[in-house]
């Protein structure tokens, strides 16, 4: 049986369901006061008002009560499908589609395989990147000693610089990897400047960790922080440390070209101040990976489960058109 035949992608009232058992694994609770389990019933049988479409109204799915506040909800309150009026079970298949395909997949590609508008295929893709966002920063990488790769790389065109020469003119995206849990951080930076790259490695690599880097003079001064900093000299085609063979970042190197392929093929127009949602889903496959132990199955719950407490706001929505 294929993944896509589960019936939560075809049948709305399962979709509820499988939200619900992701989003309250821990009990029910009332996002309008707070209330968990117990205080808060099931409204079945209610239909929304008869339109011209649907003269006897539409069942409304997964709709409870809160005993306390007396107010009603859905699942979605307060998640970044609060808004979307699409069915769950497309927003559910589109998840499945993002988080199971190595390089990503386009907004077209949604609109003719979910049969929804562009828009609408558009808006929910960035719904669900920024579900896969991670949220507050977790341990340092490298905190038991381990090997941490720092890269940078460099994308787009960015619409206010003329030149096309150099970097000047790209967006620039560092990347960390902590090699022993195979987890990765990307972030967007504007200038490869040491004030720029300096507080992020800071931020989020442990002082016991060992630094490898490439020979750019940016981390000179920054890998004297660290209990060891490893460098190869790309420059001189010098990819592994010859006397050391830990020493490389050739495992941020590959996420990066997954990433880059992504980027080429698939999102062709990423404007900057998207970048970072971008950014966001390339982290979340990358962490979520097969070689890291995790399923199609485990990667789109692990997604689904990111949904609460990020809602993307009208206004933000709205303001970002289509590029
Ligand atoms: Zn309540």
Same mark, same amino acid.
């Given at each position: 049986?294929?993944?896509?035949?589960?019936?939560?992608?075809?049948?709305?009232?399962?979709?509820?369901?499988?939200?619900?058992?992701?989003?309250?694994?821990?009990?029910?609770?009332?996002?309008?006061?707070?209330?968990?389990?117990?205080?808060?019933?099931?409204?079945?049988?209610?239909?929304?008002?008869?339109?011209?479409?649907?003269?006897?109204?539409?069942?409304?799915?997964?709709?409870?009560?809160?005993?306390?506040?007396?107010?009603?909800?859905?699942?979605?309150?307060?998640?970044?499908?609060?808004?979307?009026?699409?069915?769950?079970?497309?927003?559910?298949?589109?998840?499945?589609?993002?988080?199971?395909?190595?390089?990503?997949?386009?907004?077209?590609?949604?609109?003719?395989?979910? =049969?929804?508008?562009?828009?609408?295929?558009?808006?929910? *893709?960035? $719904?669900?990147?920024? !579900?896969?966002?991670? @949220?507050? &920063? %977790?341990?340092?990488?490298?905190?038991?000693?381990?090997?941490?790769?720092?890269? =940078?790389?460099?994308?787009?065109?960015?619409?206010?610089? *003329?030149? $096309?020469?150099?970097? !000047?003119?790209?967006? @620039?995206? &560092? %990347?960390?990897?902590?090699?022993?849990?195979?987890?990765?951080?990307?972030?967007?930076?504007?200038?490869?400047?040491?004030?720029?790259?300096?507080?992020?490695?800071?931020?989020?690599?442990?002082?016991?960790?060992? &630094?490898?880097?490439?020979?750019?003079?940016?981390?000179?001064?920054?890998?004297?922080?660290?209990?060891?900093?490893?460098?190869?000299?790309?420059?001189?085609?010098?990819?592994?440390?010859?006397?050391?063979?830990?020493?490389?970042?050739?495992?941020?190197?590959?996420?990066?070209?997954?990433?880059?392929?992504?980027?080429?093929?698939?999102?062709?127009?990423?404007?900057?101040?998207?970048?970072?949602?971008?950014?966001?889903?390339?982290?979340?496959?990358?962490?979520?990976?097969?070689?890291?132990?995790?399923?199609?199955?485990?990667?789109?719950?692990?997604?689904?489960?990111?949904?609460?407490?990020?809602?993307?706001?009208?206004?933000?929505?709205?303001?970002?058109?289509?590029?």
């Amino acid at each position: 049986m294929s993944v896509l035949s589960s019936p939560h992608f075809h049948d709305e009232a399962k979709a509820f369901e499988y939200l619900e058992s992701i989003v309250w694994a821990d009990g029910i609770v009332c996002p309008h006061c707070g209330v968990t389990d117990g205080r808060v019933y099931d409204l079945s049988g209610v239909r929304t008002k008869p339109s011209a479409k649907h003269p006897e109204g539409k069942v409304r799915h997964g709709l409870k009560k809160c005993g306390e506040c007396r107010k009603q909800f859905t699942v979605k309150v307060g998640t970044v499908f609060e808004h979307a009026r699409l069915p769950l079970t497309k927003m559910l298949q589109a998840v499945h589609l993002m988080v199971s395909s190595k390089k990503g997949i386009s907004a077209h590609q949604l609109h003719r395989v979910l =049969e929804i508008t562009y828009k609408s295929a558009w808006f929910l *893709a960035h $719904r669900i990147r920024e !579900a896969m966002r991670s @949220g507050d &920063l %977790a341990q340092p990488f490298g905190s038991n000693g381990g090997a941490v790769e720092v890269d =940078e790389t460099y994308i787009g065109f960015k619409r206010d610089v *003329a030149t $096309r020469r150099g970097t !000047a003119h790209k967006h @620039g995206v &560092l %990347a960390l990897v902590d090699r022993d849990t195979g987890e990765s951080r990307w972030f967007k930076f504007d200038k490869a400047t040491a004030d720029q790259i300096h507080p992020i490695v800071l931020d989020n690599i442990s002082r016991e960790a060992r &630094l490898m880097t490439d020979e750019a003079k940016m981390y000179r001064k920054i890998g004297r922080e660290f209990r060891e900093h490893g460098t190869t000299t790309h420059a001189a085609f010098q990819y592994v440390d010859l006397t050391d063979r830990t020493i490389h970042t050739n495992t941020v190197e590959g996420a990066f070209s997954i990433f880059k392929r992504g980027m080429r093929g698939v999102y062709q127009h990423c404007a900057e101040h998207h970048l970072h949602r971008y950014l966001a889903e390339f982290e979340f496959r990358y962490n979520n990976r097969t070689a890291n132990g995790v399923d199609d199955r485990q990667r789109a719950a692990n997604a689904v489960a990111g949904i609460t407490g990020k809602r993307l706001t009208y206004k933000s929505d709205y303001e970002q058109q289509p590029a």
